[in-house]
Every structure is written in structure tokens, then in C-alpha cells.
């Protein structure tokens, strides 16, 4: 069974930086898609970024495009989530989810079968 598990959160400035991670275990994700969402209270979950593990393709939601980035390491099994100037408006927990069929709507939670604990991002301004 995968577990996920992530990592990196906290409080920053408008402007700065934060690096998430997201150290996933049990299984071997060649075939994997691996999903950032995140929620601010009393909003839906909405996608952010994808990344799948065969052919490193990798997609974001316009919020976040060109202050984002998403990566992995296959070795470490980790996927990382590089956020740059960052907004108050991107305050909310962020979560890691895996898609073990590499379903073609990566932006959908629902083709999502493992998610993380989440971790909050607080952006003050």
C-alpha cells in the first residue's frame, strides 16, 4: 500500500519561498502520477501541479504557472513542490496525492487513490 507523506510547510512572507515534499512509500511508481492540491478553509480542494513519474511531464493550474515547480526524484521517491513569490492568496494546506493509473484528468481529485496528511502554508502580507 503507498503511503505519502509530506513535508516543508510553514509560515513566509509574501515574496518568499517554500519547498514541500512529498516522500512516498510501498510501492515502485514508474506508472505513477503524482499530484499537488491544496485547500484554504472553507474552499473546495483545487489541483495545482502534476507530474508523471514515466516521461516527467508536468502540468500546473494558471494560479500557480511560472512561481511553481514541481519535480521528483526517483530515486528518493520524492516529489517536490518549489513555490516562489508567494501570495497571501496561496495560504492553505497543501496535499500530495498519487494516481497509481496515470489517469489522463490529473487535474480531478477524484482519479486520486492515495493522499498525504497535508501540510498548512501560511503566506502573511
Known amino acids: 500500500q503507498v503511503q505519502l507523506v509530506e513535508s516543508g510547510g510553514g509560515l513566509v512572507q509574501a515574496g518568499g519561498s517554500l519547498r514541500l515534499s512529498c516522500a512516498a512509500s510501498g510501492r515502485t511508481f514508474s506508472r505513477y502520477t503524482m499530484g499537488w492540491f491544496r485547500q484554504a478553509p472553507g474552499k473546495e480542494r483545487e489541483f495545482v501541479a502534476a507530474i508523471r513519474w514515466s516521461g516527467g511531464n508536468t502540468y500546473y493550474a494558471d494560479s500557480v504557472k511560472g512561481r511553481f515547480t514541481i519535480s521528483g526524484d526517483n530515486a528518493k521517491n520524492t516529489v517536490y513542490l518549489q513555490m516562489n513569490n508567494l501570495k497571501p492568496e496561496d495560504t492553505a494546506v497543501y496535499y500530495c496525492?498519487?494516481?497509481?493509473?496515470?489517469?489522463?484528468?490529473?487535474?480531478?481529485?477524484?482519479?486520486?487513490?492515495?493522499w498525504g496528511q497535508g501540510t498548512q502554508v501560511t503566506v502573511s502580507s
Open positions: 496525492a498519487a494516481d497509481e493509473g496515470g489517469n489522463r484528468f490529473y487535474w480531478r481529485t477524484q482519479v486520486y487513490e492515495t
